[in-house]
């Protein structure tokens, strides 16, 4: 088994990292306050009143006056030069960490899938030589258990004991390519709890979608539309309600990878409630928050063609600000991209027969703007709930937290500096994806990444990129991840971490059920002090002394309308502005 090797240029190995960044207002996902931030060798030192530290000569000072000072973003679902049937994508690592870095994420957590009868460590050992050389941020690995037999779980404890990877993805869909059924699931499930690791699933019913596919070619269904039409929101949600029971039966933690459906979002929402915030953990993606699946019935194949990935985009326009309101009471826990991109010529492998379009979508670099455009902006969320579903949340559950997601003192310096007022126009003329389309094309959102840090080196300064090949890390995921397992097996965690459900608090009590379940719907009943803006006691700050810590929320209040939708599901929730319809608060 080889070690890949990185050469990292002289100029980079040198720590020339000394950054002092003053006046921000700092967001982690459990309070915001006024402080500084010193790094130094990549590594954040220091965080307090400016009074507590004397800053060495030398140093590189940012003033984030009316900004905000959040972790880096981490996405937790790219396919970087993932090879689909005949195609592999175009944003490779290099490409694909880059238009990262651009968008505020520094930190990727990438998806090895080996062929089938392919050894999983050998599939690892191919992508870690493909990424090391060429990320521009630091990265992970989960792998997929493409198929199932004793060498297979024989190497899952070699990957989780040996290698740095505590998080396996197995696949419903995709018959027989790499599609499990129900009993090796079991198999598999219980083999990564006996290694307190995490169980990720992509949900769909793989042999109604097979089914569907040949009957719909077979009735002269050939453009991209057939996608969707073969795969429809039961068929995700069918197989996210199975999964979860799967996995219960045999105590198993589990991670679903991109919910594209209310419907799907719904079982995730029920799973937790049932199981009391334990054992299931949801994400949705940025392309679902971000556009819907009436692209699919445009007559330019092209276009149609690009927004293909799987499961798909719903054609229910209001899918996107549902999957937010999930994300916001959390019973969706983390957003990831998926990005996984091919040019025009890769989609039209699937002129003819829309089982051959290869499958993905771009996302990497906008998902952070595109959560704060839809979640924030709007007011339906938080920045702390902001920092959770974008970074920390993620940083938890696969174990990299303190290292990452956090702004803290012994953290790695991943920092981005926010400017929630700026906007910027998504277009395919000036992302730095390799690809020749955005999915996002022409939208303007708020929140623009002024300067990011990537383990303390500035990667992005007012507008210009400057990222290096290579420079990027593998960072190994320890085993039993604290905030997974210590709910699971009944302990208490320490200070913030106390209680499963109430990761990511705001302020007050929140009242949270999931009620009348037979109109799925998940009722968020805040209290009026939830965005009311009341300080919390004082906490303890990462460097020297005290800061006080308090949640400086938007004046909002939100609520359940009993209007039903089309599909009986009572999904509108009415927000109230203050008025002059701003929000107030530091920025």
């Not at 037999?149 to 027989?176: P, W």
């Not at 050939?222 to 045999?250: D, F, K, M, N």
């Not at 939208?443 to 090949?469: K, S, W």
């Amino acid at each position: 088994m080889s070690t890949p090797v990185k050469k990292v240029p002289i100029h980079l190995q040198s720590a020339q990292n000394r950054v002092y960044i003053k006046n921000g207002q700092i967001v982690n996902h459990d309070k915001t306050f006024k402080a500084d931030v010193y790094i130094e060798d990549g590594i954040i030192k220091f965080v307090g009143p400016a009074a507590d530290i004397t800053v060495p000569g030398g140093v590189r000072t940012i003033d984030a006056s009316g900004k905000l000072i959040i972790p880096g973003g981490i996405d937790p679902h790219t396919h970087m030069q993932l090879p689909f049937g005949n195609a592999v994508a175009v944003d490779d690592f290099y490409h694909g960490t880059k238009a990262a870095v651009a968008g505020g994420t520094t930190m990727i957590i990438d998806f090895v899938l080996p062929n089938k009868n392919e050894s999983m460590i050998e599939a690892y050992d191919k992508w870690r030589s493909w990424a090391d050389p060429k990320v521009c941020c630091d990265y992970a690995l989960h792998v997929g258990i493409t198929w199932w037999s004793k060498s297979v779980s024989d190497e899952i404890g070699i990957l989780c004991k040996e290698l740095g990877i505590n998080s396996f993805k197995t696949f419903m869909a995709y018959k027989g390519l790499y599609q499990l059924n129900d009993s090796e699931l079991l198999d598999v499930f219980e083999r990564i709890r006996g290694l307190n690791a995490v169980a990720m699933v992509h949900a769909e019913n793989g042999d109604i979608i097979a089914k569907n596919a040949k009957r719909l070619l077979a009735e002269g269904i050939t453009g991209p539309e057939g996608h969707e039409l073969s795969r429809q929101e039961e068929v995700e949600a069918e197989a996210v309600h199975r999964a979860c029971i799967l996995a219960h039966q045999v105590d198993c933690p589990l991670y679903v990878v991109h919910v594209m459906s209310k419907s799907a979002g719904i079982e995730v929402a029920r799973a937790r409630e049932r199981y009391r915030g334990k054992y299931i953990y949801g994400e949705t993606l940025a392309a679902a928050l971000g556009t819907d699946g009436t692209h699919y019935r445009c007559q330019h194949f092209g276009h149609a063609a690009a927004h293909v990935l799987s499961p798909p985009l719903r054609p229910d326009k209001s899918t996107p600000e549902f999957m937010m309101k999930l994300l916001a009471s959390n019973d969706l826990q983390t957003t990831g991209s998926d990005n996984c991109t091919f040019n025009k010529e890769q989609k039209e492998l699937g002129l003819g027969d829309f089982t051959k379009i290869p499958n993905g979508v771009n996302g990497v670099e906008d998902r952070m703007s595109l959560v704060w455009e839809r979640g924030v902006h709007s007011g339906l969320m938080d920045p702390c709930r902001f920092v959770a579903i974008t970074s920390t949340n993620a940083a938890k559950i696969f174990n990299i937290y303190p290292k990452k997601g956090r702004i803290a003192n012994g953290s790695d310096a991943d920092i981005v500096i926010w400017d929630p007022q700026a906007t910027r126009t998504i277009s395919k003329d000036t992302h730095h994806h390799a690809c020749d389309f955005n999915i996002f094309e022409g939208q303007t959102v708020h929140g623009v990444p002024e300067y990011v840090l990537v383990r303390g080196r500035i990667c992005v300064e007012n507008g210009e990129l400057r990222v290096a090949e290579g420079f990027g890390r593998f960072v190994p995921t320890p085993l039993r991840p604290p905030f997974v397992y210590d709910s699971i097996e009944g302990k208490q965690q320490e200070g913030e971490e106390v209680a499963q459900d109430e990761q990511v608090p705001l302020n007050g009590s929140v009242t949270k059920k999931l009620a009348k379940l037979d109109v799925h719907v998940a009722e968020i009943e805040p209290p009026s002090a939830m965005f009311s803006g009341n300080p919390t006691p004082s906490v303890a700050s990462s460097g020297v002394g005290r800061v006080d810590g308090k949640r400086d929320m938007q004046e909002t209040s939100f609520s359940l309308s009993e209007e039903l939708d089309k599909s009986g599901v009572r999904s509108s929730i009415k927000v109230h502005n203050p008025p002059g319809g701003k929000s107030s608060g530091f920025w």
